[in-house]
């Protein structure tokens, strides 16, 4: 495994949307679980979804339950965060991060402490 490369941020209105992207150049994503995770000026990173690459299981903060989808494109070696219906408490650098191989066990207990982080993407979301 490797470094993944997050695209996609911007600044959206209140309300609007963005389609985040997360791709691996030189290893396949076939067999990991990715996990989005996000960091807020003077906050700490959190764990915003993840996505198994047995079943395509997905799990969600309760923060972006129902706005936010992960899917994930195994031929085109890419995952992806919808976000909908966002907020100015969204705002964030995103990154996306290889969770484990299958499984987002280590996303469900809280781990932050992976090998290959990328350089995020800023996502801004003005009132």
């Known amino acids: 495994q490797g470094q993944l490369v997050e695209s996609g941020g911007g600044l959206v209105q209140s309300g609007g949307s963005l389609r985040l992207s997360c791709a691996a150049s030189?290893?396949?994503?076939?067999?990991?679980?990715i996990g989005w995770f996000r960091q807020a000026p003077g906050k700490e990173r959190e764990g915003v979804s993840c996505i198994e690459s047995t079943d395509g299981s997905e799990y969600y903060a309760d923060s972006v339950k129902g706005r936010f989808t992960i899917s994930r494109d195994d031929v085109m070696n890419t995952v992806y965060l919808q976000m909908s219906s966002l907020k100015p408490e969204d705002t964030a650098v995103y990154y996306c991060?290889?969770?484990?191989?299958?499984?987002?066990?280590?996303?469900?207990?809280?781990?932050?402490?992976?090998?290959?982080w990328g350089q995020g993407t800023q996502v801004t979301v003005s009132s």
């Open positions: 030189t290893f396949s994503l076939e067999n990991y679980a």
């Open positions: 991060v290889v969770v484990g191989r299958y499984y987002c066990s280590g996303y469900l207990r809280g781990n932050l402490h992976y090998d290959y």
